[in-house]
């Protein structure tokens, strides 16, 4: 059993999950939204059913004070949209506060082309998220 994490955005999803014994993160896809949720969850059929999803993490943006904004009100209503429809997956949420900075650094580190950027960026942030999750739970055992 796997977990799914998210990177909720206005014209895009990113999409991480972990190995099978949730250790490991990798960077998995991005779903456009063509401002529609439809896409996405139609997607995350598909990846639930082919990774075996026990559990989504979507990154909940935040302010740098650690306050809520109009984005993390958009970003609630389409987790309890995960809600409704994925009943029997626990779902859970994860300070992304910084995520996509830190995937904006790491693709000028490992020069990424502009072109690709784009495409990727969403991804990148879904991995920090995903990862700050793993290490959250670690911390508390």
Known sequence: MRILGLDYGDARVGVAITDALNITVQGLETIQRNQSDKNVL?????????YEIEK???GLPLNLKGEKTQRTEITEKFI???K????????????????????????????????????IVDTIAAVYI????LKKQENKQ
Do not use: S
């Open 42 to 50: 139609k997607r995350l059929d598909e990846i639930i059913v082919q």
């Open 56 to 58: 989504i993490v979507v």
């Open 80 to 82: 309890h949209k995960l």
């Open 84 to 119: 409704c429809k994925y009943n029997k997956i626990k779902i859970e949420t994860m300070d992304e506060r910084l995520t996509t900075i830190e995937a904006q650094k790491t693709m000028n580190f490992l020069n990424v082309d502009k072109k690709n950027k784009r495409n």
């Open 130 to 133: 995903l990862q700050a999750y």
